[in-house]
């Protein structure tokens, strides 16, 4: 018994352990390395993209504002319509922020770096060297930045950076005081389930002087009798009715108070396969099929799609009016020009937005078509905006 309570506060410990171990991170460093990483793409594109002297002006104005989203999109919206796509690529970057929780961990974050490389506005670049050595840099230095911890500022300098190389040294350097509070948590649980086990045990067997280990044999008087047998009466058998089959009849009768009765309540209503949604289209047009989603998810949801004929894959999509989209759309209004037109504009939808939007219509909803595993633009939907 003793091993096996052992060998439970040990698993106890070692998930305690495991648990903590997970460095979680902060909202503000979290937004912080996506703003960077946005930054580092950039240098990037646009170096390979544009010529030197647009590479050293942007390098010029992240010393003067800083590394941000907002000043990215300021420089890349004076240089229209040549930096078009990175205009794209950053809007994507910088829409990981909406996918923060809590319990946002270093590794996962490193994960989500890691699929960026996968957009197809960078994979064209693959087979550069030049491209594949700045991808390894940065996936190297990001993997070693998440791994650090932060010491403590002595006498106004900036605190330095000392690595967690290993499980031992997080340990190390993991906080005594709540570390030990965990142990001794786990410990008292151990020790309340072994005080329950031998109470029960104790009431199993009895109390005070009725235990097992004092009771003796009491010599008793008591001398068996002769038995005698005793013959039993006959009982004749009565006659067993025939069954009778009965058939239910059905009465209308009041119900009266108390009574049970059987009330059959109907399925709940099965998702329609042919209604979801999806994120924000690619520069081509198209949807990956992978990106849909049958509910509708606060952030990321920005189509409502419905497939009208199923024999031939089409579906028609409308764009959701709500405060996210409308702000994404104000910030880079270039995002939604590859699926919708303005009613009534001959130009991109960057004409036609200003301050004070406060609702999109779909007049004409688009149209698309569903071909390996992309739903490609057969028609662009019409839409106005309506403002204050």
């Known amino acids: 018994m003793f091993r096996r309570y052992s060998t439970i506060l040990i698993l106890l410990f070692v998930s305690t352990v495991s648990v903590f171990g997970q460095k979680t991170i902060k909202q503000l460093d979290y937004e912080k390395i996506i703003d960077n990483f946005n930054c580092e793409v950039a240098k990037y594109y646009i170096g390979a993209n544009q010529d030197k002297d647009e590479l050293d002006a942007y390098k010029d104005s992240i010393t003067q504002f800083g590394c941000n989203f ?37 590794g996962a974050l490193y994960n989500k770096m890691v699929d960026i490389f996968k957009d197809s506005l960078l994979t064209q670049y693959d087979g550069k060297e030049d491209y594949q050595e700045f991808k390894k840099n940065y996936l190297r230095n990001l993997k070693e930045e998440l791994r650090v911890h932060e010491i403590a500022k002595v006498g106004g300098d900036e605190g330095e950076l000392e690595e967690s190389r290993s499980f031992d040294s997080y340990l190390e350097n993991f906080e005594t005081g709540k570390f030990l509070f965990i ?7 151990f020790f309340f389930i072994i005080l329950g086990r031998w109470l029960w045990k104790y009431a199993s067997t009895g109390k005070d002087d009725q235990t097992t280990f004092n009771l003796k044999p009491v010599e008793s008087s008591y001398s068996p009798t002769p038995k005698v047998s005793i013959p039993k009466p006959v009982v004749p058998k009565s006659p067993v009715p025939e069954p009778r089959s009965v058939t239910p009849t059905i009465v209308d009768e009041p119900i009266l108070p108390g009574a049970e009765i059987l009330v059959e309540v109907p399925d709940e209503p099965e998702e329609n396969p042919n209604i979801f949604y999806m994120p924000y289209p690619k520069i081509d047009g ?36 709500n405060e996210d989209v409308i702000t994404d759309i104000f910030v880079n209004p270039e995002i ?32 698309v078509q569903l071909s390996n595993a992309h739903w490609r633009l057969k028609q662009k939907a019409v839409i106005r905006f309506e403002f204050e």
């Not at 142990?183 to 649980?189: E, Q, V």
């Open 70 to 106: 907002q000043h990215l999109m300021v420089f890349i919206k004076e240089r229209q319509p040549k930096m078009k796509q990175n205009g794209y690529l950053a809007t994507n970057i910088n829409g990981l922020k909406k996918e923060y929780n809590l319990q946002a961990s270093n």
């Open 286 to 321: 198209s949807f990956y099929e992978s990106s849909r989603h049958p509910y509708f998810e606060y952030g990321r949801s920005t189509f409502l799609f419905e497939i009208k004929v199923i024999e031939y894959n089409l579906a028609t999509f409308e764009i959701i009016s």
């Open 183 to 189: 142990l001794g948590l786990i410990i008292l649980i």
């Open 336 to 367: 939604i020009d590859p699926v919708c037109e303005v009613q009534g504009q001959t130009k991109n939808t960057e004409s036609a937005i200003k301050s004070g939007v406060t609702k999109i219509i779909t007049i004409t909803p688009g149209m």
